[in-house]
């Protein structure tokens, strides 16, 4: 068998080879290509040991022969890249992609098989690779029923798996499990793994456009095969002429926080599309919201109706005085009266309640230099929102609305939409329809200078550098399953983000509840199941452009002293590290500010979450900029804080440290330690 190595750059690739192996810049990773088997397949192996076995590449297509026996090598392209480049707003401002990489083309000796090729990119923290399948005869329409893809984890039977069931009625909103790998059926991605050697490996996608999202569906144990969610016909992807795949993802590191170090997502996203972004502006927000999951309000109209022009304009003041940047209305327009839920053909994106007057509300706004942000519920009726979605746009412009939160509440498979001839067809949330309609909204609003904050998305992949108006997203159980969920999101529930969901990008959690006691407290009430410390660590730990201030301003007003910290924390970074974190146990991240007229760009911030365990985590200060003093404004569990009964214990405290300095976190049970480092 002849070896082509691509591991030094520069060596030109042989016809014929029989396998191909491409290498990390930092020599760790090596990807192998063969084609000895009936399937082409490829190999991932770190430092030499075997993460992904041998594994199969291919799809299938309705009328065209498959990408799939018979398939040999070629021709292979090798090529490598090292560049930073600066996101407009994000977690880190400033990106090194550096990998090396090679495109494998395949042929096939029988003639009613077409060509197809995939690039494999390997950075230092992972693997990304696509299809390639270019303009040729015959491919002018291509419907895809399956993708071939595998990824057979070595070892399997002896690693632990962190999961979501994929293909559910209440999409990605899960509480993760925890089991042996082999108990993991069929998952979403990002789907998180550690192995027997405590590798820790999350596979996951990048760039998902005009594609089916994958899942990942265990047939042989150990063995994944993508499972691209269908169309409501059966069809997986529809495509015409020459076309490319998103990028299936594999982020592989020897600790726990290597995932959360990785970019490797963003890196396999193209550059920003939108031109000049300054028009989107990352910040903190309060709004009519939690009032109506403890049922204090109604989104529908009546005597206890919350999105009121009066409401709004309270609203309006306290965040005018206590430096937040917007209020969020949800149920200002026609259509909420009734089960919402079911309400998808009749709401009015442009009318608004009796109650509701936008314009006093945008004047009053200018006023107090406080902006209105829009939201939009589809209850999963999206050809409706899509007839009304320019007038919608149209009028959020002229009330000075800048953001958008879209809802796509409906349960899994149950997005209803007008096909060509008139009739109604069900689709999946992350199927290739609603990928696309997604993206038509954001695209759409872009043109308005409009962000959106998707909830009941599809999963992000990282398409916030192409499109940077898309902030953020929900995509899991958020805060709102505290007021009512069946069970309330258990003590890991956070540090299990952290590690599985909040490695697709940032996520839109509603943090900063204060009356943990709004139905008794215990263990037996829907509620947070945290401590006041930690629901403050929630805004560093749970990274989103924009930061919900989710309680009611009532329960600020009680607790100004911790209330201080969710004014004075930014949610624009220069710097982010992850310093210490196991997977659903505990998670600390240390973030620096991007200065602002608002924020001092000297100025760290820390948050440190636990699960149920109360433990004491040690941290180096050595992130802090060398030669300088700093504040330690801490905000931390008192001794006697614990999450059941006695959640409010919370101390705040000062100190001079330097980055020569280590700290000691005591998280209670499910608490947590926030901390602002002002430089001196």
Do not use: C
Not at 113 to 131: I, L, M, P, S
Not at 260 to 279: A, C, M
Not at 318 to 342: P, R
Not at 366 to 389: A, C, F, P, W
């Amino acid at each position: 068998m002849r070896l082509i190595s691509l591991t030094l750059l520069g060596l030109s690739a042989v016809a014929q080879a029989e396998t191909v192996t491409v290498s990390s810049p930092d020599g760790h990773l090596t990807v192998s290509i063969n084609d000895d088997h009936a399937l082409v397949q490829y190999q991932v192996t770190l430092d030499g040991q075997v993460i992904i076995a041998p594994s199969n590449l291919g799809m299938t297509l309705k009328k065209q022969a498959p990408f799939a026996d018979g398939f040999k090598i070629s021709k292979a392209t090798p090529s490598r890249h090292d560049e930073t480049w600066q996101q407009p707003w994000g977690e880190q401002q400033t990106i090194r992609d550096q990998h090396h990489a090679v495109t494998v083309h395949f042929k096939s000796d029988n003639q009613q098989q077409g060509r197809f090729a995939v690039t494999f990119k390997v950075f230092n923290d992972g693997v990304g690779f696509r299809y390639e399948v270019p303009q040729q005869p015959g491919f002018e329409r291509s419907d895809i029923t399956d993708e071939l893809t595998e990824f057979a984890i070595a070892d399997a039977s002896q690693s632990t798996a962190w999961w979501i069931p994929a293909r559910g009625w209440n999409r990605y909103e899960y509480v993760y499990n925890t089991t042996p790998l082999e108990q993991a059926a069929h998952v979403h991605t990002p789907f998180t793994f550690k192995t027997k050697n405590n590798v820790h490996v999350s596979i996951h996608e990048a760039a998902l456009i005009d594609y089916a999202a994958m899942t990942l569906n265990q047939r042989r144990p150990g063995t994944f095969k993508a499972d691209l969610t269908p169309w409501s016909d059966g069809i997986k992807v529809r495509k015409q002429g020459g076309f490319t795949t998103p990028w299936r993802t594999i982020q592989i590191a020897k600790q726990a926080t290597g995932l959360l170090n990785s970019h490797l997502i963003l890196n396999l996203n193209e550059p920003n599309k939108l031109g000049d972004v300054s028009w989107v502006n990352p910040g903190k927000y309060v709004g009519i919201w939690w009032g109506m999951h403890i049922n204090e309000n109604t989104w529908g109209s009546g005597d206890k109706h919350g999105a009121t022009t009066k409401n709004t304009l309270e609203y309006m003041d306290f965040s005018a005085k206590y430096g937040f940047d917007g209020v969020l209305v949800e149920g200002w327009n026609i259509g909420w009266d009734g089960d919402w839920f079911f309400n998808g053909d009749v709401f009015k994106f442009d009318q608004a309640y009796p109650d509701f007057d936008i314009k006093a509300i945008s004047e009053y706004g200018k006023k107090v230099g406080v902006k209105l942000i829009g939201h939009h519920e589809t209850s999963g009726n999206v050809s409706n929102y899509r007839d009304q979605m320019p007038a919608a746009f149209a009028l959020y412009n002229q009330a000075g609305v800048e953001q958008i939160k879209t809802g796509y509440v409906a349960d899994g498979g149950n997005i209803k939409r007008i096909d060509e001839h008139g009739i109604a067809r069900k689709e999946w949330h992350d199927g290739q329809f609603m990928v696309n309609e997604y993206l038509y909204n954001v695209e759409l609003a872009a043109k308005h200078k409009l962000s959106i904050n998707t909830h009941e998305p599809i999963k992000d992949t990282g398409l916030r550098r192409t499109y940077p108006n898309w902030l953020a997203r929900e995509g899991a159980r958020g805060q709102e399953f505290n007021a009512w969920g069946t069970p309330p999101n258990p003590p890991e529930h956070v540090p299990m983000l952290a590690f599985t969901r909040m490695l697709a990008g940032p996520m839109d959690f509603t943090p900063g509840i204060f009356d943990m006691g709004f139905n008794g407290l215990g263990d037996k009430t829907n509620r947070p199941q945290t401590t006041l410390a930690k629901q403050l660590a929630l805004y560093v730990v749970l990274y989103s452009p924009i930061q919900m201030a989710a309680d009611l301003p009532k329960n600020y007003l009680a607790k100004p002293d911790a209330f201080q910290f969710i004014q004075d924390v930014p949610t624009d970074w220069q710097q982010s590290i992850a310093l210490a974190g196991e997977v659903g146990d505990f998670v600390v991240f240390a973030r620096k500010a991007k200065g602002t007229q608002r924020y001092n760009g000297d100025d760290w911030f820390l948050g440190a979450v636990s699960d149920e365990q109360a433990r004491e985590v040690t941290v180096k200060l050595d992130f802090l900029d060398a030669n300088r003093t700093y504040e330690a404004q801490i905000y931390r569990d008192g001794d006697k804080a614990e999450w059941k009964n006695n959640p409010y214990d919370l101390v705040i405290e000062q100190r001079k440290v330097t980055a020569k300095d280590t700290l000691t976190l005591k998280l209670a049970t499910s608490g947590g330690t926030a901390i602002r480092f002002k430089a001196l």
